[in-house]
Nanobody, 115 residues
Framework: QVQLVESGGGLVQPGGSLRLSCAAS????????MGWYRQAPGKERELVAR???????NYADSVKGRFTISGDNAKNMVYLQMNSLKTEDTAVYYC?????????WGQGTQVTVSS
C-alpha cells in the first residue's frame, strides 16, 4: 500500500511557479510532522520545508521567501508552493511524514527549472 502520493512536479522556466501536493494515507496513523525534501543529481537529500500538526514551519535558507509549505490536517495533505524558481531548485522532491507508526516517504516527483 502506498502511504504518500505526490503530484505537481514538472518543467518550468526560471522565475516561474509550481505547486506540489502530497496525500497521506490514513493508514499511517497520527501525523506529527510532514515535510518536503529534495535531492539533486550527485547531491545528498536535503530538507526543503516542514510543517508540524500545530502549524509550525521550518524552511531551508535557500528557499526562504520563495517557497511556502501548508497543510490540511482534515485531508492529510501537505502542499509546497514554489515561486521565483531557480535552476538550482532542479531536483527530485520527496514528501515525508513522521507519524506515531513510523517515518514514511513518497516516491518523489521531478521538478526541472530550465529555460
Amino acid at each position: 500500500q502506498v502511504q504518500l502520493v505526490e503530484s505537481g512536479g514538472g518543467l518550468v522556466q526560471p522565475g516561474g511557479s509550481l505547486r506540489l501536493s502530497c496525500a497521506a494515507s490514513r493508514s499511517i496513523g497520527r501525523i506529527v510532522v510532514m515535510g518536503w525534501y529534495r535531492q539533486a543529481p550527485g547531491k545528498e537529500r536535503e530538507l526543503v520545508a516542514r510543517i508540524s500538526g500545530g502549524g509550525s514551519t521550518n524552511y531551508a535558507d535557500s528557499v526562504k521567501g520563495r517557497f511556502t509549505i501548508s497543510g490540511d490536517n482534515a485531508k492529510n495533505m501537505v502542499y509546497l508552493q514554489m515561486n521565483s524558481l531557480k535552476t538550482e531548485d532542479t531536483a527530485v522532491y520527496y514528501c515525508s511524514a513522521t507519524a506515531n507508526t513510523g517515518r514514511y516517504w513518497g516516491q518523489g516527483t521531478q521538478v526541472t527549472v530550465s529555460s
